[in-house]
């Protein structure tokens, strides 16, 4: 044997202050040392919970992207909020339209008395097109340069108008994939034209391409208000019902409808009809939210994973704290406290889930972030939205969560352990 | 002052049939600071229930325990497992090193519970104390590639490192050899004499019983003062007669 040194044994002082942080650090590292040493069946207990927190936290990711893309498609068809549309006014008692000169003019007032940023009018109509065989009617629309943005309108190829379209004597139009294969699909940067026939018939030429959509066979196309205009004949002009949007900040749409309706109102004289609503998807209020459907979904599918989840951690932990009687019995020996015992078995279980929910939500992020998931869940999207924070708090969160409630019981169980029992377990 | 005193201690249990089974019956004992003491009896004697009273583990049925002269029962239930880490170190017969740690860290274990300067220096007090137990080259080993001997000083280490007042020792030697046992006794001794801690050793063996200074035999409940000479002469002499072939007498 090993002489033993002829020293004083250190004593402990009686008494010593800051007992509350090193009773909170010595649980800490109570639990990681357990974490440390029992890595593999932590690990083979955690991947559950960090495939949980990543379903979780890519549900919801993918589900911010999904409902950005049913956004968007609502805004492409009816404008983003907040967006007011000016119909042509009419006379109740005449059933007259009202002339689109002054309903034009008191738009452009409008506009420019509101500072309006973004404006303009719409109309539709049949064009005839001038195919190599033969020619087709194609449904029209004359636009303004702003309805590119107020309708997020996306191009598959090429471009969306800009200003100096207007200035051009051949036409710019913006035309469907199947108008743009019936053209033979040329190269844009060829500069394809196409003969638009009327009064006097006009070369117009291509400058962008909408993307492919599924099931539509249609012959569409966008033409500027202005080449339309220099196209039309008078009788097509003057029978032209052109309506005008706004887009506004939604805060002010209420208080912005009635004041265009008033202003246009008393352009128009008396006894004319003015209406101005608002058509954007979120006009409906009170109605349905045309997301919630599919939130209400994903967060029905990701709720199910988590408790799948955590009913998996639940049964290894307690399975667990079953094994580790003994240990807990012995270090109640050395004066581990109930409520220290508790805490420590929470701890681990939290510390834990906190580490494979920081490990599913990376992974979460790289697989919602991924170029490829995002266009398979929503193809063409104008606006990507970035990685909602509040999905990686979700995360961490639920994983918190998970922990404390996972931990619970095997602490309670830990808790009740008799201490002689333990011992001799 | 004493350190621990038991008066008129009694444990009993309630049996399935409703019938009380008396473990402890009326124990009065007293430990001053730096005693040795040594209790021996037969299994089922209830050595282990006057252990886990001695160490604040277990209430009695009835009788007081005083610490300090300071009733226990006045002692919230966190209160009674501060000062049982603080003031008792625990030696068990099986050992009890916790697995999957080496000794540095099994010798740490009791600091964890501990505040201040003692919980934010564990390990070099820990290491100071496997050092002082000759085990300062295997701090690093784990508990499954010490010996008996060895992880028993590792216990005793762990018992110490909080400088404890009272030393309860069940059995230390029960899964030693002897030699090995006797070593690990010595040990045990002098830290406990240096440190000025009490030791009550619990035991069956005659042997390790005879270290101590004073002496006491539990049998059916009953603790009572013994001479441990007497046992001693009698245990050798009973060795002897094994020893012996047949036909001879000592």
Not at chain 1, 235 to 258: C, N, S
Not at chain 2, 41 to 51: A, D, P, Y
Request: aromatic share 6%.
């Amino acid at each position: 044997m090993t002489e033993l040194e002829k020293t004083p044994v250190r004593r402990a002082p009686r008494r010593e202050r800051g007992g509350w942080a090193s009773g909170f650090l010595g649980a800490v590292v109570e639990a990681w040392d357990e974490l440390r040493i029992h890595k593999t069946r932590v690990l083979l207990s955690l991947i559950g919970v960090g495939v949980a927190v990543c379903a979780l936290t890519s549900v919801v990711g993918i589900g911010a992207i999904a409902q950005q893309a049913q956004i968007e498609q609502l805004e492409r068809g009816s404008g983003r909020p907040a967006t007011l549309v000016l119909s042509p006014p009419y006379n109740p008692e005449t059933g007259q339209q009202g002339d689109p000169a002054i309903m034009a003019e008191a738009a452009a007032t409008v506009v420019e008395r509101y500072a309006i940023g973004y404006a303009g009018s719409t109309q539709w109509m049949q064009l005839s097109a001038q195919f190599r065989d033969g020619v087709s009617l194609v449904d029209a629309q004359a636009v303004d340069v702003d309805y590119g943005v107020m309708h997020r309108v996306q191009v598959g190829q090429g471009r969306w108008f800009v200003d100096r379209d207007e200035l051009r004597l051949a036409p710019a139009i913006v035309v469907s994939d199947q108008f743009w294969q019936r053209l033979g699909s040329p190269d844009l940067r060829t500069h394809p034209t196409i003969q638009l026939l009327g009064e006097d018939p006009v070369t117009a030429v291509v400058v962008g391409v909408l993307p492919v959509q599924p099931f539509d066979l249609s012959l569409r196309a966008y033409i500027l208000n202005s080449a339309y205009a220099s196209l039309a004949t008078p009788e097509q002009i003057a029978q032209a019902w052109p309506q005008y949007e706004f887009w506004v900040p939604p805060d002010m749409a209420t208080e912005l409808t009635d004041l265009i309706r008033r202003d246009v109102a008393a352009a128009c004289g008396e006894g004319w009809q003015v209406d101005v609503n608002r058509q954007d998807y979120l006009a409906w209020e009170g109605g349905e939210d045309p997301t919630a459907s599919i939130r209400m979904v994903l967060a029905g599918i990701a709720v199910l994973i988590l408790i799948l989840g955590a009913l998996g951690l639940v049964n290894i932990s307690l399975v667990t704290v079953r094994q580790r009687i003994r240990e807990i019995g012995i270090r109640r020996s050395f004066g581990a406290t109930a409520p220290r015992v508790f805490f420590a078995v929470m701890m681990e279980s939290v510390v834990a889930t906190v580490v494979a929910g920081v490990a599913g939500v990376v992974v979460a992020v790289a697989i919602v972030q991924n170029p490829v998931v995002r266009d398979f869940v929503a193809f063409g999207l104008t606006d990507v939205p970035p990685f909602p924070v509040e999905a990686a708090l979700l995360g961490l969160g639920a994983a918190t969560a998970v922990g404390a409630l996972a931990g619970l019981l095997p602490a309670l169980v830990a808790v009740r352990v008799k201490v002689i029992d333990a011992i001799r377990y | 002052m004493s350190l621990l005193t038991l008066e008129a201690v009694t444990r009993s249990v309630a049996l399935p049939d409703g019938a009380r089974l008396d473990i402890l019956k009326g124990i009065d004992l007293t430990v001053e600071v730096g005693d040795h003491v040594s209790i021996v009896g037969r299994s089922g004697s209830g050595k282990s229930t006057l252990l886990n009273i001695l160490g604040l583990l277990d209430s009695p049925t009835s009788g007081r325990i005083l610490v300090d002269d300071e009733p226990v029962e006045r002692f919230s239930s966190r209160q009674r497992d501060r000062k049982r880490g603080r003031d008792i170190g625990f030696i068990f017969q099986q050992f009890n090193l916790l697995p999957g740690r080496t000794a540095l860290e099994n010798a740490m274990t009791p600091l964890l519970y501990a505040s201040g300067r003692q919980f934010f220096s564990r390990a070099s007090i820990a290491a100071e104390m496997l050092e002082r137990v000759g085990l300062g080259h295997r701090m690093s080993s784990m508990p499954d590639k010490l010996s008996g001997g060895e992880q028993q000083r590792v216990a005793i280490a762990r018992a110490l490192v909080r400088g404890p007042r009272l030393i309860l020792a069940d059995e230390p030697t029960g899964a030693l050899d002897i030699e090995t046992g006797a070593s690990v006794m010595e040990l045990l001794d002098d830290v406990a004499e240096q440190s000025g801690a009490a030791l009550i050793t619990i035991t069956h063996d005659a042997n390790v019983a005879a270290l101590a200074r004073r002496h006491f035999r539990l049998d059916r409940g009953v603790l009572a003062p013994v001479d441990v000479n007497r046992a001693l002469a009698m245990s050798e002499s009973a060795d002897r007669a094994l020893a012996l072939p047949s036909g001879e007498s000592a």
